[in-house]
């Protein structure tokens, strides 16, 4: 028996070792991939499309955050995180060095997946050698580059392929971890070298024993499990950290193995579990601590609006189940498919036959080569093995495929996470079907590497086949987004613009067309506009750069108030064409720009480094109440103009109205000019005087300087305003986006009647200000202000709001303290500290806001919401509960 144990012993200690065989052949796979995915892309070129264009922007911006950190300013990190607020940045963040070494081009931010491509390749052979054998690693990494579900990520700047690489190294560290038994090293503790062996009942055991001679002593089989538990941790944190349907994938695998532990009483694998799951909250929660409520509020505007939008089957039909199952075999390539299928068929088949199948209960346990050694229960010992591990990643796979399909919005890519460990019992199929017939093995993945070459090549070279991915290179192709962002720039060379885009088509739309723009410093932004009828005027209103497309115009959320929108911009007076491109689909791109601008900056004369107010025209008579033209001519040092904050005061007696805002609007470039040298700035506004205001008031002017807060007195040209009812209405305009959020924040008093329309409005004037710097200028202006007069209720409210909107919760917090001194009896005030208070996890804070609340409304449907959120966060369900029945 010592014979025979010592001899099964040293053939797992060879397949322990083995891994290390297959690793040149691995790195070769990865190198192939890697030239035939470079090579694609010095063919393709095309332009990055919707999402594409999204995350190489987001990529940018972390890499333009990472160009001067602040490590240990908290101030700094929640900006940073708030960079990407609904999708998670790590994909963002991994891509900056990249884009330091190589450039910020889109081809080279894709040098990221070739890090990504290594990662997965390796966490498949790692799981197919501890699973099966190290054929199989290396058959499912080679499979990785075919598979058309997986090539098609790869070859595109998408979350989606760093995704599929971070759950899968994250379900080989699990599946590591619970190998690394905690019970091995007891083992280990009994076992003594020169002690004559024991007949071995159970492999894990027997390895587990090899394993710990291997190691040379107890103490590190005690500390594998913590590592890979540590392992797992991390891996699952930075997957949380690229996209939330993580678990979609990983669920599954952590409940069932943490339900086993439960049920074995393995308490140290069950504290293991929880420490990796530790870490990995760890590693994530800055990100979703600072951006959970817009996660939660984008969470139906990206599953279920999209669903409906895009006519996913409802999850009352059975398409929605077999959705994936469907797209199964375009995902996988057929003929891998069925080779696979028929040589795991065949195995099974033999085994069930033979009657020596049999089943370990509740351990995992690899399969071992055990190099022809023969001995009673061999067989069986073999296909339990293999049955374990088959069980495994079938609990994976099935359970991320109910998960996926659980959610609405159906996509093939949403899935691809679940490829890797298909691919690696596919490989297993494979290397099971019979020697004798090896010849169809390679059949198989000859084709399946055939498809895809004739899916990937450019459109024309081979005809289309209907049933395979297609990601065609795209040979030369010039949609003129760099030719629109020269053109603006050079028109206006020392603002930052923001261009309303019209069309909505793969190769030309909002987002490409901002990338194009943030890869010139950031100077031009596109947003699309046009997309709700009743705001089609402010649209036109509110930004002087639009670009329209002439035949399709792409998938367009509203085609009326989008056809309504480009007639009257190529129609109005106030717009003039400022150029056309042809467009490869035999179409015309324009682009228009307002006749007067309203904003213009030029080269100025003197030598004072001061900002001064050379001119300012109004009309001889405005009606109060509505938006009333006025011009601005600033001058001044390009420092002193480009940090302004300029506080102008209208007054009359008693009476006073604001209209503060920053010199240019907050769109000077920063780094355009010396910054002692002399310009001029002329704004072209509108005012909102109040509809209280009668007579004629006079102009104060004050400097308030954003980074270093310096204030000082600006004269003023000697003019007079006179403000009369019976004054003739001006022609429509729109007050600059700090009057209009200012306006706005007086409405918050009123409550939740209010609040709706505050946030429509607001979400219009973030396409407009891409960067939400009006959000920014009008807190420090109302800081300022409130400072000034510390009684003033609307400067408060303001200040709130602001301070909200800019998700910065320690003076939001703060700011509505003052709103609840200088407005005890509103209930309205009390709910907006208690939601604050319950947006950063402080439900006792919250709750006595909320007491208060009641106490002056009991009746207000609002309270009683946030009375349950604080009861649930406080663990007081019986307060959840309650209140949860009164509101339904």
């Known amino acids: 028996m010592a014979h025979e144990w010592q001899q099964w012993g040293e053939c797992v200690i060879a397949k322990e070792r083995a891994w290390v065989d297959g690793l040149p052949i691995l790195g070769s796979i990865w190198l192939i991939g890697a030239i035939a995915d470079r090579l694609w892309f010095a063919i393709d070129q095309s332009v990055p499309a919707w999402d594409q264009a999204d995350y190489l922007t987001g990529a940018l911006n972390y890499w333009k955050a990472l160009q001067a950190p602040q490590w240990f300013s908290g101030e700094w990190w929640t900006s940073f995180w ?82 599929v690489a971070l759950v899968t190294l994250s379900f080989w560290c699990l599946t590591m971890w619970w190998l690394a038994s905690d019970e091995t090293w007891k083992v280990a503790d009994r076992w003594q070298p020169q002690a004559t062996p024991q007949p071995l009942t159970d492999i894990a055991q027997a390895s587990a024993i090899l394993r710990f001679q291997s190691f040379g002593g107890a103490m590190p089989m005690r500390v594998m499990p913590w590592l890979w538990a540590a392992a797992f941790g991390v891996a699952l944190g930075l997957a949380l950290l690229t996209k939330q349907t993580t678990l979609f994938f990983l669920l599954t695998p952590i409940v069932w193995l943490g339900a086993v532990s439960i049920g074995k009483r393995r308490w140290i694998k069950l504290i293991q579990l929880v420490f990796g799951l530790a870490i990995a909250l760890y590693l994530c929660f800055p990100w979703y601590r600072t951006n959970w409520l817009l996660i939660l509020t984008s969470g139906k505007r990206a599953t279920i609006d999209a669903a409906i939008a895009e006519g996913d089957p409802p999850l009352t039909s059975l398409a929605a189940w077999t959705f994936y199952l469907t797209e199964l075999p375009r995902s996988v390539s057929l003929p891998i498919l069925i080779i696979a299928l028929v040589g795991l068929v065949l195995y099974w088949k033999r085994a069930v036959v033979s009657r020596e199948f049999a089943i370990v209960k509740g351990r995992l346990v690899t399969s071992v080569d ?145 990338y194009f723009g943030a890869l010139r410093n950031f100077q031009v932004y596109g947003r699309q506009v046009g997309t709700n009828v009743r705001q089609v005027e402010q649209d036109a209103r509110s930004l002087s750069w639009f670009v329209t497309k002439d035949g399709d115009q792409g998938s367009i959320r509203r085609p009326e108030a989008q056809s309504i929108l480009t007639a009257a ?129 006079t102009l104060k002017a004050t400097y ?119 407005d005890p009896t509103n209930p309205n005030a009390y709910a907006y500290l208690a939601f604050v208070n319950l947006y950063d996890f402080r439900p006792k804070a919250a709750q006595a806001a909320i007491n208060a609340a009641l106490a002056l409304n009991p009746n207000l449907p609002e309270l009683h919401t946030l009375n349950a959120v604080s009861g649930l966060m406080q663990g007081n369900l019986v307060q959840a509960w309650q209140e949860f029945r009164r509101n339904n």
């Not at 996470?417 to 690696?424: K, W």
């Not at 009057?739 to 219009?764: H, Y």
């Open 82 to 163: 708030m960079l990407s607020s609904k999708i998670p940045p790590f994909v963002y963040i991994s891509t900056t060095p990249f884009i330091g070494l190589f450039g910020a081009g889109a081809d080279q931010a894709t040098l990221v997946n070739l890090l990504y491509g290594a990662v997965l390749l390796a966490s498949v052979y790692g799981l197919g050698i501890r699973l099966f054998s190290v054929q199989v690693g290396l058959w499912a990494a080679g499979l990785c580059l075919l598979l058309p579900g997986l090539y098609a990520i790869r070859l595109d700047f998408l979350i989606d392929f760093p995704l």
């Open 370 to 514: 055990y190099g022809g050694l023969r001995h009673r229960g061999y067989r069986q010992d073999v296909y339990a093995a293999w049955w374990q591990s088959v069980r495994w990643l079938l609990i994976f796979l099935v359970g991320a495929y109910f998960l996926c399909s659980l959610n609405v919005n159906k996509d093939d890519r949403y899935i691809a996470p679940l490829l890797p460990v298909l691919a690696i019992l596919l490989a297993q199929g494979l290397v099971l079907f019979p020697d004798r017939l090896r010849l169809f093995r390679w059949w198989a993945v000859g084709l399946a590497a055939l498809l895809m070459g004739l899916g990937l090549v450019p459109s024309g070279m081979v005809p289309p086949l209907s049933d395979t991915y297609q990601h065609r290179a795209v040979l030369a192709d010039n949609w003129h987004h760099a030719d629109v962002v020269n053109d603006i720039i050079q028109t206006e060379p020392y603002l930052t613009s923001t261009v309303g885009v019209l069309p909505s088509v793969p190769e030309f739309n909002q987002h490409n067309l901002n």
């Open 569 to 697: 911009i190529a129609e109005s007076p106030e717009f003039q064409l400022q150029n056309s491109w042809a467009l490869p689909d035999r179409s015309q791109l324009h682009l228009y720009h307002r006749t007067v601008p309203t904003v213009q900056v030029k080269p100025g004369t003197g030598e004072s480094a001061k900002v001064r107010l050379e001119q300012v025209r109004v009309p001889n008579q405005v009606a109060p109440g509505q938006p009333m033209p006025i011009t601005y001519r600033w001058s001044g040092s390009w420092q002193e103009l480009r940090s302004g904050l300029v506080l102008l005061t209208w007054h009359r007696d008693n009476e006073r109205w604001f209209h503060d805002h920053a010199i240019a609007l907050g769109n000077l470039q920063p780094s355009a000019n010396d910054d002692t040298a002399q310009f001029q700035v002329v704004e072209r506004l509108a005012a909102l005087p109040p509809k209280t205001a009668q007579g004629t008031y």
């Open 704 to 822: 308030l300087n954003r980074e270093t807060q310096e204030t000082y007195e600006i004269a003023v040209p000697d003019l007079r305003l006179n403000l009369a009812a019976n004054a003739p209405a001006p022609a429509p305009q729109e007050p600059d986006f700090v009057t209009q959020l200012r306006s706005l924040a007086t409405k918050m008093p009123t409550g939740m009647k209010e609040l709706s329309v505050i946030f429509e409005e607001i979400n219009r004037l973030n396409q407009y200000d891409p960067v939400q710097d009006y959000v920014a200028q009008a807190r420090q202006i109302l800081d300022y202000r409130l400072q000034q007069e510390p009684q003033n209720r609307e400067f408060a409210y303001g200040l709130a709001l602001t301070n909200v909107l800019g998700r910065r919760v320690e003076p939001a917090i703060a700011a509505l303290e003052t709103v609840v001194k200088l």
